[in-house]
């Protein structure tokens, strides 16, 4: 079954009126299945899953004050904040990101 697109405040960069997703903040993989999640814009989300694997999310990114003090985050969230709604930028995996998978 296709899901509803969804509208609403992303709770990381707080724009209004954008299409949200569910992010787990403890990924479902590493036990966060029925724990807390967030609703992200679908630009904050791609952008996490870009800068981090799971196991980073799980070890210390596991929370939405965690997520935007982090100076990656931080950067990215001071950008978009300025940009429409209706704006979907292209995401891409960070270099260490790239390099860590094989």
Do not use: Y
């Not at 992303?10 to 590493?30: A, F, S, Y």
């Not at 036990?31 to 679908?42: K, Q, R, S, V, Y």
């Not at 935007?68 to 891409?92: E, T, Y």
């Amino acid at each position: 079954m296709a899901k509803k697109k969804q509208s609403g405040t992303c709770e990381l960069c707080l724009r209004e009126e954008v299409e949200v997703t569910v992010h787990h903040l403890t990924p479902k993989e590493m036990g966060g299945t029925f724990l807390p999640t967030a609703d992200l814009c679908i630009p904050c989300h791609k952008q996490i899953h870009a800068l981090f694997t799971n196991d980073e999310l799980a070890a210390g990114l596991n929370t939405i004050e965690s997520l935007r003090s982090h100076p990656k985050i931080h950067a990215f969230v001071k950008w978009i904040k300025k940009q429409p709604s209706s704006r979907l930028p292209r995401i891409s995996k960070s270099n260490s990101r790239k390099r860590k998978k094989r």
